[in-house]
T-cell receptor, first 113, second 115 residues
Framework: DGGITQSPKYLFRKEGQNVTLSCEQN?????MYWYRQDPGQGLRLIYY???????QKGDIAEGYSVSREKKESFPLTVTSAQKNPTAFYLC????????????FGPGTRLLVL | KQEVTQIPAALSVPEGENLVLNCSFTDSAIYNLQWFRQDPGKGLTSLLLIQSSQREQTSGRLNASLDKSSGRSTLYIAASQPGDSATYLC??????????????FGSGTRLQVQP
């Protein structure tokens, strides 16, 4: 069953703590993306990756970091430098970057304790 | 910088009504435009993708149009059903050689179809 999985569904972060959100896809897609969604707003791009071992900053990369060591995995770390991390985080992938439909995972809701 | 606006922010209609959702964008040099559906607390589901060379796309009761010159797209939903209740988001992909390489999203229209 092909698709994108994100874990955990809910994540709680303490002050000063780094947390990592998982995103895995078995669609054999080259491109992967991380978005942040705040209530009543559209999605904003955090980071994207066109191929393995390559990634680029999006519009709101400060306080976040990513890695792309494997084609199927694109984890996002929310660092302590991100002062307002409470949001809904969505991972997506597409066959290539420019033309294809993006497919989204179910999301992770991050809350600060 | 590309900006995407969706009006109205929320819409409530009775079941069976035909309706139109609007999306406008400031930079007409787009590569494609995509409409998504998002159920509460869930990820996005792609509904329709229109390439810049196309004028419209249809899928079942959904029809999306694109007018690049005026910076507008509409999503037409025919014979609405309660199951259509969701937030509908449009997103544009700017032409690749401008350097912006991902989708820019509008804030969505929250649709409620009353039974």
């Amino acid at each position: 069953d092909g698709g994108i999985t994100q874990s955990p569904k809910y994540l709680f972060r303490k002050e000063g703590q780094n947390v990592t959100l998982s995103c895995e896809q078995n669609l054999n897609h080259d491109a992967m993306y991380w978005y942040r969604q705040d209530p009543g707003q559209g999605l904003r791009l955090i980071y994207y990756s066109q191929i393995v071992n390559d990634f680029q900053k999006g519009d709101i990369a400060e306080g976040y970091s990513v890695s792309r060591e494997k084609k199927e995995s694109f984890p996002l770390t929310v660092t302590s430098a991100q002062k307002n991390p409470t949001a809904f985080y969505l991972c997506a992938s597409s066959i290539r970057q420019y033309q294809e439909t993006q497919y989204f995972g179910p999301g992770t809701r991050l809350l600060v304790l | 910088k590309q900006e995407v606006t969706q009006i109205p922010a929320a819409l409530s209609v009775p079941e069976g009504e035909n309706l139109v959702l609007n999306c406008s964008f400031t930079d007409s040099a787009i590569y494609n435009l995509q409409w998504f559906r998002q159920d509460p607390g869930k990820g996005l589901t792609s509904l329709l993708l229109i390439q810049s060379s196309q004028r419209e796309q249809t899928s079942g009761r959904l029809n999306a149009s694109l007018d690049k010159s005026s910076g507008r797209s509409t999503l037409y939903i025919a014979a609405s059903q309660p199951g259509d209740s969701a937030t509908y988001l449009c997103a544009v992909r700017v032409t690749a050689n401008t350097g912006r390489r991902a989708l820019t999203f509008g804030s969505g229209t929250r649709l409620q179809v009353q039974p």
